[in-house]
């Protein structure tokens, strides 16, 4: 019975790395709940062009593949920063 709502709370919760929500990542909006009760700013409306839109969702890919390598960058120098440089002669 609640499942539907727990996963529309994983999918419209930012992820910590991209800072955006799955939602978003896939569809290129937020999604809409109950209760926004606003209207969408002008800014934030998808186009209806597909060749425009089919643009905005690419830049979104691409933002999305930066934030995760720079997270990911970021990982991993802080489960480096006590590791030795071990050097194996034959």
């Not at 499942?3 to 999604?31: Q, W, Y």
């Not at 998808?46 to 643009?55: F, I, K, N, Q, T």
């Not at 593949?65 to 997270?71: D, F, M, P, V």
């Amino acid at each position: 019975m609640f499942l539907s709502h727990a996963e529309f709370a994983c999918n419209s919760a930012p992820s910590k790395a991209t800072c955006l929500s799955p939602f978003k990542e896939v569809n290129g909006i937020d999604s809409i709940s109950p209760l926004d009760l606003i209207p969408w700013p002008l800014d934030q409306k998808p186009s209806a062009d597909a060749a425009v839109r089919v643009e905005e969702i690419r830049m979104i890919h691409e933002l999305v593949r930066s934030r995760i390598e720079k997270t990911n960058a970021s990982y991993q120098a802080h489960a480096n920063k006590h590791k030795k440089k071990v050097v194996f002669q034959p």
